[in-house]
C-alpha cells in the first residue's frame, strides 16, 4: 500500500508543489530544476517508447498467430516498422560494428542523421529516403483528405434548423467569402466584415474559453496534487 | 428535393476534386486582385525595418503534413530576409519537422544561387547563348552603377543589394523556377525587365552568395518547447550545444554575439500547432523581442489576442496570408499558383452550404429532421 | 618559424597592453574619480547621487546602476556610459552606453522590476548591467582562454588582462574548474559538460563585489567621471515580485478551491447543471451494448503531461467503469507511450472496481500509432472495420479532429467530443452528436463520478469565474473612465 | 480481438471495378511518365515554346517517386470506401511512423539526454568530461516504466507516472494563468471611448462575448431567469465564432489538397506547369 499509493501520491504532490511554486522563485536552483525535471520527462518518454512498441508489435502479432482475416496487412506493418529503424539506426549498427572490430574510437560522437550539405535525400542516408518518399506523402495525404471531409461536413451540418445553427451558418459564410480573393472585388466591405467576425466575438469567445479553460486545468492540477483524483495511478 | 440531403458524399467528394484540380490547371488564365492584409503587413514591416546583419531567428515548427500551406510561407519570409541581408536562425520544435526545416531553408539559400543552374540550362540554347554573349558585351558599365539606375520595382522585385561602389555585392532571390517564369513570360509587368535581369544572372552566377554559419544556420531540434525557450533565453549555447550538423554552436561566427534570445532583432514563428503561443509567453514576453506568426489558417484566430494585446507585430494566415507575403515583397511562389484552386474551392463549399439549405428548406423542415 | 611567430606576437602584445595601460594612466589622472571640473571648457552636470542596487527578481546576474540628477537643460547632448570594475581603482570594463543622460531611464526598467518600479522624480536613472556579459571576463572566453595551450601568445596577453580584473590566480581557478569535471582539451569537449563548467566559472566571476562608475562626456565639454557609493554583489533573488498577482491568484483560487472540496465533503448535495454530452455517456454504452460493438476512446495527440490529457484519463476511468458494468468492449486508442501505458492502468482499475477484473485485456488499450496522421489513419481504419457503436474523442485534438469525427459520422457511431482545444473545437460542434467544450472537459469527471469532492472544485471554479467576471467589468468601466491601477493589478511581465 | 473484425467485406462489382480501374491508372500513368522524355519546358518572350532536357534522377528517386504516388492514391481511395489499398498504405505507414518515432526517439531523448551526460562517461574513462549522476534518476525511473512487463512490479511504473503527471500538473498552473488569465483579462478590459461610437460599441461587443460565455460555463447555477438569457447570449457567440473559425479553416485545408495535387502533376506524372 505505502510502495503502491502512498509514495507515488507523495511525488505527485512534492513534484507538483515544487513546480507550482518554481516559477515564483528567479534563483539559479529553481530554474535548473526546472531544466531537469524537463529533460527527465523527455528521457522517460524515450523509454516508455519502449512500452509502445511493444503494444504496436503485440497487438499486430496476435493478429498474425491467430491467423485472422485480413493479418497479412500487419505484416506489413512489421515491414514498415522494421525498414525504417533498419536504415535510421544503421549508422549507430556501424558504430557499434566499428568498435566490435576495434575500427572506431569506443562510444565515438554521434553523428546527426542528416546534415545541412545533404538538402537532397541520397541512398547513402536511406532514412531520408524513408522520410521523403514514404512519412512525408503519406503524412501529406492523409492531411489533405480534410480537403473533401470539411466540404461534406459543411454540406451535412451546415443547416438552419435552429437559430444558432443559422449564427453558425452565417458566420462561416461570410468569413469565407472574405478570404477570397474575388471578395474585395465584389465589395469592399466583405473581407473587413470578415476580419470584424475574427477580431471581435471569436476573440471574445476565445479569451473567455480560454479562461473557463485556465479555471479547469488548475482545479484539475490541484486535484491531482492534493491526491484527490487518481485516477492514473491504477488500483490495489 | 429529399435527394438533396441524403446524397451520397461521395458525390461531394467528386465535384470538390474536379474543382480544384481544374482550376488548379488553369490558374495561369485568372489573375485576382491583391489586397494585402494589416496583419501580414505586419509581419512584413518588422522586417522590412531591420537593418543588414540584424538576427532573425526562423522557428519553423511544422511537419510535412501541414507543409501545403506553412512551405510557401516560410521561402517567402526567408527570401524576404536573405535579400535583406539579414542573418536567419533556423531552428525547430518539432522532430518530424527537422528534415522539411532544412530542406526549406537549403533550398532558400540555393536560390539565391540557382541562378547558376539558370544559366547552364539556358547556355545550352543557340538563341540564349548569343544573347548572353551580347550581355557580355556590354560589360563596360560596372554593374555596380548599372544596378543603382534601375527603378525601384525591379530592386523590389529581385532585391539587388550593393555595397559600397567598387565591389558590388548582389544577391538574388529568384530561383530557377522563378527566373525562368519571368525571363519567359511570367509576371507581365516584369517580363520587359528580363534582359536586364538576365543580365545580373549571369554577373552573379560565379559565386554562392550566402555562407553556412556566417548569413545563416540551422540549429535542428531540441525537444521540451517552453522550457527550451527558457533555456535559449538564459544561453543559446546552452540550448543548442551543437548545431543540426553537429557543429559547435560557439563556434558558429554568425553566433558569436547572439549568446541568447535577447540577442535576436526578430523573431518569426512558422507554426502548425500551439509554438506561436508558447513563443509569446515563454519567449518574447520574458527576453523582450519583436515577433511575428505565421500559421495555418485553422490557428491564425486563435492568435488574433495577442495580435490586439501587441504581443505580435503580425499574423501570416495560411495561403492566403503567403501569397499576400509573396504580393508584399514581389516574389510570386506557390502561394499566388494555388489561390485560383483555393477560390474555386471556397465558392464550391459556400454554393454547397447554399444548397443544402435550399434541399432543407424545400423538403420541409420537419420531416427533414426527422430522418 | 612558430617561435618566430610567438616572438612577433609577444612584442606587439606587450607594445598594445602597454600603450593601453598609459593611455588609460594618462585619462585617469587627467580626471581623477572625484568629480571636478576642468577649467578651460564647461564641464558635463554631475549626477547627486550614483549607487549600484540589486536588481530585483532574478538570479542574480544582474546588478542595477543608478543615479539622480545630471538631467537639466544642460545636460543635452550628454552622453553617459556605465563602466563596472572589481577593484575601487579599475581596471574599468564598459558595461552599458552610450545613454542620453536627459530623459528618465527607469521606465525602460519596467520589464526587471516589475510593479514595484520606483516611479516620480526620486526615481532618477538607471541602467541594468550583467557582468557575465563583459568582455574579457565572460564565462565562454575565460573557458577559452584557460584552454589554449601554455605557448599561444595571446593567452598570455588575455591572462594578464583577466588577473588584472580578477585577481591573481583567476585563470588557474577556472582551469580548476575545467579540470575538476575532468575536461582536459578543448576540442572535443562536448556541450552538456561545457554548459556545467560555464555555469561554475559564472559564480567564480559573480562572487565579488563590483564597483561602477559613470562617465559622462559630451562633445566640446570637458567630460566627469562619478563612482558609485558603494560596491555591490549581485544576489540572487527568492521571490519574483514580477509574478507577485500571479502568485497572489493561485494562492486564491487554490484556497477557494480547496475550501469548497472541503465544504463538499461534510455536504455532499451540489446543484450541477446538466452537461447534456455527458448525460448521452449512457445513451450511448446503452446503444453499444444492444448492438454488440464496442466502444472507442481516442486519446488526443498531447502528451501526458499535458492538463487535458490528465483530464482525459480521469474520463477515461469513469467511462471505463461504466462499460464494464454495461459488459461491452471497451477499445482505447492512444499516439503517446506514456498515455498508453497510464491508460492501461486506468481501465484495469476501473474494471476491478467495477468487479469485472476479467473483462480487462491489454491489448484493447493499444497505441494505434506514433505519429500524427499515421494515427488519423489508424483510428480511421479501426472505425471503418469495427463500427464502433460509440466514439469518444477526448484530450487536446489538432488538425486530425475533423479526420476522426467525419469517418466516425460516416461509420454511424454516437459521437461525444470533449476537448479544450479551441481550433478544433468548430470541427466537433459540427459533426458529433455531443461536444463538451473547453471547461466542461475538466468538468466530465466530476460530473460523470458525482464523487462530492470533485464536485466541489466545479464549485470553485465557478467561484473563480464570478470573480473573474466582476473584475473584468469593474477594469472596464474604470478603465474608461482613465482609472489606471485597477489594470495594473492584471499587468503581465 | 473480435472476429467479426473486418468490417465491409463484402466486395461488389462496383468496388472490383474501382480496384480494377486504380491499379490500371497508377500503372498506366507511371508507365506513361516513366516513358516520356525529361525536362522542362519554357515560352520564350517572342512565344516560341521549347524543351530542355533534364535527366531523370537516379533509380532510388524514381522508385521513391513511384511509391510515393502509389501511397499517395492508396490512402485517397479510402475516400471511396475502406479497401485493401487503403488498408495496405494505412499498416505500412503506421509500422513507419512508429519506426520513425523511434529513431527519434534515440537520438533525440535517449542519447542525447541520457547516454551522453551520463552513460558515456561513466563506461569510458576515455573520454573527457564527468557524467552528470543526477541523470540516474531519470533512469531508474525510466526502468521502473519498463518494470510493466514483469507483472509483480507493475506497481513501479505507478512512481514515474506520479512524476510526469505532479510535473505537468505544477508547471501547468502558474503558466496558464500567466498567459491564459492575466494577458487575456489584460486585453479585455479595454477602456471603452464613448467619443468614438464605433470602438465603443466593438469594446461592448467584445466584453458582452466574455461575459456571457463565462456565464454560459457556470455549472453550478440554474440556467434560468437572468443567468439563462446571458448563457443564451453566450451560445449564439460560440456558435458564431465557431462558424467564423470553420470558413477561416477552410482554407488552410483546400491548400492541403492543391499542394498533393501539384506533387502528383509535377513529380509523378512530369507535366510541367509552370509557363
Given at each position: 500500500m505505502l510502495l503502491k499509493r502512498t509514495i507515488p501520491v507523495a511525488i505527485a504532490f512534492v513534484v507538483g508543489l515544487w513546480f507550482a511554486i518554481q516559477y515564483y522563485v528567479p534563483t539559479s536552483f529553481s530554474e535548473r530544476s526546472l531544466t531537469w525535471a524537463s529533460n527527465w520527462a523527455k528521457i522517460l518518454l524515450g523509454f516508455a517508447y519502449i512500452l509502445g512498441l511493444y503494444s504496436l508489435v503485440h497487438v499486430h502479432w496476435q493478429k498474425i498467430r491467430r491467423g485472422q482475416p485480413g493479418y497479412g496487412y500487419s505484416l506489413l506493418v512489421y515491414v514498415g516498422l522494421v525498414g525504417t529503424l533498419v536504415l535510421g539506426l544503421s549508422g549507430e549498427v556501424q558504430t557499434l560494428v566499428d568498435i566490435a572490430t576495434g575500427k572506431a574510437h569506443h562510444f565515438a560522437d554521434f553523428q546527426a542523421y542528416s546534415t545541412h550539405d545533404k538538402p537532397i535525400p541520397n541512398f547513402s542516408s536511406g532514412f531520408d529516403w524513408v522520410y521523403n518518399y514514404v512519412f512525408y506523402p503519406a503524412s501529406a495525404t492523409m492531411f489533405s483528405i480534410l480537403a473533401f471531409f470539411i466540404a461534406s461536413a459543411a454540406y451535412r451540418t451546415f443547416r438552419a434548423r435552429t437559430i444558432e445553427a443559422a449564427f453558425l451558418l452565417i458566420a462561416a459564410i461570410i468569413v469565407m467569402f472574405g478570404r477570397v480573393p474575388i471578395a474585395a472585388a465584389v465589395h469592399r466591405a466583405i473581407p473587413d466584415v470578415a476580419d470584424w467576425i475574427m477580431a471581435n466575438p471569436n476573440m471574445a469567445v476565445k479569451r473567455a474559453i480560454l479562461i473557463g479553460i485556465s479555471l479547469g486545468t488548475i482545479a484539475t492540477s490541484l486535484r491531482i496534487i492534493f491526491g484527490i483524483e487518481r485516477a492514473y495511478l491504477g488500483g490495489d | 428535393m429529399r435527394w438533396l440531403l441524403q446524397i451520397d458524399r461521395r458525390y461531394i467528394y467528386i465535384v470538390v476534386a474536379v474543382a480544384i484540380i481544374s482550376a488548379h490547371l488553369l490558374r495561369d488564365k485568372v489573375h485576382f486582385p491583391i489586397y494585402a492584409s494589416k496583419p501580414v503587413r505586419g509581419v512584413h514591416d518588422a522586417i522590412e525595418k531591420l537593418g543588414r546583419g540584424d538576427v532573425v531567428l526562423a522557428s519553423l515548427d511544422f511537419d510535412p503534413a501541414s507543409a501545403p500551406e506553412l512551405d510557401p510561407m516560410a521561402r517567402a519570409v526567408l527570401r524576404h530576409c536573405f535579400s535583406k541581408g539579414l542573418r536567419v536562425i533556423g531552428m525547430t520544435h518539432w522532430p518530424s519537422g527537422i528534415g522539411l526545416a532544412e530542406q526549406i531553408i537549403t533550398e532558400t539559400v540555393r536560390e539565391f544561387d540557382d541562378v547558376v543552374v539558370a544559366y547552364r540550362i539556358f547556355e545550352r540554347r543557340k538563341e540564349a547563348r548569343a544573347e548572353i554573349e551580347r550581355l557580355r558585351s556590354l560589360e563596360g558599365v560596372t554593374l555596380g552603377a548599372e544596378v543603382a539606375r534601375w527603378p525601384a520595382a525591379t530592386v523590389n522585385a529581385g532585391r539587388a543589394r550593393i555595397d559600397g561602389g567598387a565591389k558590388p555585392e548582389l544577391t538574388w532571390s529568384l530561383g530557377l523556377r522563378e527566373a525562368v517564369a519571368t525571363i519567359g513570360t511570367g509576371a507581365p509587368k516584369l517580363a520587359k525587365l528580363g534582359k536586364r535581369r538576365w543580365a545580373v544572372l549571369v554577373q552573379i552566377a560565379r559565386k554562392p552568395t550566402l555562407t553556412y554559419g556566417e548569413d545563416y544556420c540551422f540549429l535542428g531540434q531540441r525537444a521540451g518547447a517552453g522550457i527550451l525557450i527558457i533555456t535559449m533565453g538564459q544561453s543559446l549555447y546552452a540550448a543548442f550545444p551543437v548545431d543540426n550538423a553537429g557543429n559547435s554552436t560557439r563556434a558558429m561566427p554568425m553566433l558569436q554575439d547572439v549568446r541568447s534570445l535577447s540577442d535576436i532583432d526578430y523573431l518569426i514563428c512558422l507554426a502548425s500547432g500551439n509554438t506561436g503561443e508558447t513563443w509569446v509567453a515563454y519567449g518574447s514576453e520574458r527576453y523582450h523581442f519583436p515577433m511575428g506568426i505565421g500559421c495555418t489558417a485553422v490557428i491564425a484566430p486563435d492568435l488574433y489576442p495577442f495580435y490586439q494585446a501587441g504581443q505580435i507585430t503580425g499574423i501570416i494566415g495560411g495561403i492566403k496570408g503567403a501569397w499576400e507575403y509573396e504580393a508584399l515583397i514581389g516574389i510570386p511562389g506557390s502561394a499566388t499558383e494555388a489561390v485560383p484552386a483555393q477560390t474555386a474551392a471556397h465558392l464550391l463549399v459556400i454554393v454547397l452550404v447554399l444548397l443544402c439549405n435550399v434541399g432543407y428548406f424545400l423538403a420541409g423542415r420537419g420531416r427533414a429532421v426527422a430522418s | 618559424m612558430d617561435r618566430a611567430r610567438a616572438t612577433c606576437w609577444r612584442v606587439v602584445a606587450g607594445a598594445l597592453a602597454l600603450w593601453c595601460g598609459a593611455v588609460a594612466a594618462a585619462q585617469d589622472a587627467a580626471v581623477p574619480s572625484t568629480p571636478t571640473a576642468e577649467p578651460a571648457r564647461a564641464a558635463v552636470p554631475v549626477p547627486e547621487r550614483v549607487w549600484i542596487e540589486d536588481t530585483p527578481n532574478d538570479d542574480g546576474r544582474k546588478l542595477t546602476v543608478r543615479w539622480l540628477g545630471a538631467d537639466g537643460e544642460d545636460a543635452d547632448g550628454v552622453e553617459v556610459y556605465v563602466e563596472l570594475a572589481t577593484k575601487p581603482d579599475g581596471p574599468w570594463l564598459p558595461a552599458a552606453g552610450p545613454l542620453p543622460a536627459r530623459g528618465a531611464w527607469f521606465r525602460d526598467l519596467r520589464s526587471e522590476y516589475g510593479p514595484f518600479t520606483p516611479s516620480g522624480t526620486e526615481a532618477g536613472h538607471a541602467v541594468v548591467v550583467e557582468p557575465l556579459s563583459l568582455d574579457p571576463i565572460a564565462p565562454h572566453r575565460l573557458l577559452e582562454l584557460a584552454m589554449m595551450p601554455p605557448g599561444d601568445p595571446r593567452r598570455v596577453l588575455g591572462e594578464r588582462e583577466v588577473e588584472a580584473i580578477l585577481g591573481k590566480g583567476a585563470l588557474a581557478k577556472v582551469r580548476e574548474i575545467i579540470a575538476a569535471h575532468g575536461?582536459?582539451?578543448?576540442?572535443?569537449?562536448?556541450g552538456h559538460v561545457e554548459g556545467r563548467i560555464l555555469e561554475e566559472v559564472s559564480y567564480f566571476v559573480l562572487e565579488r563585489p563590483w564597483y561602477a562608475r559613470l562617465v559622462l562626456r559630451a562633445p566640446g565639454r570637458a567630460r566627469r567621471i562619478v563612482a558609485a557609493e558603494a560596491p555591490l554583489a549581485p544576489q540572487q533573488n527568492l521571490f519574483n515580485l514580477r509574478k507577485l498577482n500571479n502568485f497572489v491568484f493561485m494562492v486564491l483560487l487554490s484556497a477557494v478551491v480547496l475550501i469548497m472540496i472541503r465544504r463538499a465533503r461534510r455536504n455532499p448535495d451540489l446543484y450541477l447543471r446538466r452537461i447534456p454530452g455527458l448525460d448521452a455517456v449512457d445513451e450511448a454504452l446503452g446503444r453499444a451494448t444492444e448492438m454488440g460493438k464496442p466502444v472507442l476512446f481516442v486519446h488526443g495527440l498531447n502528451p501526458m503531461d499535458s492538463p487535458s490529457t490528465i483530464a482525459a484519463v480521469n474520463i477515461l476511468g469513469e467511462v471505463a467503469k461504466k462499460v464494464a458494468r454495461y459488459d461491452s468492449q471497451l477499445l482505447v486508442t492512444c499516439a503517446d507511450p506514456i498515455v498508453l501505458a497510464v491508460s492501461q492502468e486506468t481501465v484495469k482499475e476501473a474494471y476491478t472496481h467495477a468487479g469485472r477484473p476479467d473483462a480487462y485485456r491489454a491489448d484493447d488499450v493499444f497505441l494505434a500509432a506514433s505519429e500524427q496522421f499515421a494515427y488519423v489513419a489508424a483510428v480511421d481504419g479501426i472505425m471503418m472495420r469495427k463500427k464502433p457503436a460509440a466514439n469518444f474523442y477526448v484530450g487536446y485534438f489538432y488538425a486530425e479532429s475533423l479526420l476522426l469525427a467525419e469517418t466516425g459520422a460516416a461509420s454511424g457511431a454516437i459521437q461525444i467530443a470533449a476537448t479544450d482545444s479551441f481550433t478544433q473545437l468548430p470541427f466537433f460542434v459540427t459533426t458529433c452528436d455531443y461536444t463538451l467544450m473547453g471547461e466542461e472537459l475538466y468538468a466530465a469527471s466530476a460530473y460523470l463520478s458525482r464523487d462530492p469532492l470533485l464536485l466541489g472544485s466545479l464549485k470553485g471554479q465557478d467561484w473563480g469565474k464570478a470573480v473573474i467576471i466582476v473584475v473584468l467589468l469593474l477594469g472596464t468601466i474604470l478603465a474608461s473612465f482613465d482609472i489606471g491601477w485597477f489594470d495594473a493589478l492584471v499587468q503581465t511581465y | 480481438m473480435d472476429t467479426q473484425a473486418q468490417g465491409d467485406t463484402t466486395t461488389t462489382r462496383g468496388d472490383r471495378i474501382f480496384y480494377v480501374v486504380l491499379t490500371l491508372l497508377f500503372v498506366g500513368l507511371s508507365a506513361w511518365s516513366l516513358s516520356g522524355e525529361t525536362g522542362h519546358r519554357f515560352t520564350a518572350p517572342d512565344g516560341t515554346v521549347s524543351w530542355l532536357p533534364v535527366g531523370r534522377g537516379p533509380a532510388w528517386e524514381t522508385l521513391g517517386v513511384l511509391v510515393a504516388a502509389g501511397l499517395t492514391l492508396a490512402l485517397y481511395s479510402f475516400l471511396y470506401k475502406d479497401n485493401p489499398f487503403f488498408k495496405a498504405a494505412e499498416h505500412i505507414y503506421v509500422g513507419v511512423g512508429l519506426g520513425y518515432s523511434l529513431v527519434i526517439a534515440w537520438f533525440q531523448y535517449i542519447k542525447a539526454e541520457l547516454y551522453f551526460p551520463l552513460v558515456k562517461y561513466w563506461v569510458r574513462d576515455g573520454v573527457q568530461g564527468q557524467p552528470d549522476y543526477l541523470l540516474i534518476v531519470p533512469l531508474v525511473l525510466g526502468l521502473f516504466l519498463l518494470a510493466r512487463f514483469i507483472r509483480p512490479l507493475q506497481w513501479l511504473s505507478r512512481w514515474s507516472f506520479a512524476f510526469i503527471i505532479g510535473f505537468g500538473s505544477g508547471v501547468a498552473i502558474p503558466n496558464i494563468i500567466h498567459a491564459n488569465v492575466l494577458q487575456q483579462m489584460q486585453s479585455s478590459m479595454a477602456a471603452i471611448e464613448f467619443g468614438n461610437v464605433w470602438l465603443a460599441a466593438n469594446a461592448l461587443c467584445a466584453l458582452l462575448g466574455v461575459v456571457s460565455v463565462l456565464v454560459y460555463f457556470y455549472f453550478s447555477v440554474e440556467h434560468k431567469g437572468a443567468i439563462g438569457v446571458v448563457s443564451k447570449i453566450g451560445i449564439w457567440f460560440l456558435m458564431i465564432s465557431f462558424g467564423a473559425s470553420f470558413g477561416y479553416t477552410v482554407m488552410g485545408r483546400m491548400a492541403l489538397f492543391v499542394g498533393r495535387v501539384q506533387w502528383l502533376i509535377e513529380e509523378w506524372l512530369r507535366i510541367p506547369l509552370s509557363s
Open positions: - | - | 575536461v582536459k582539451e578543448r576540442a572535443g569537449i562536448a | -
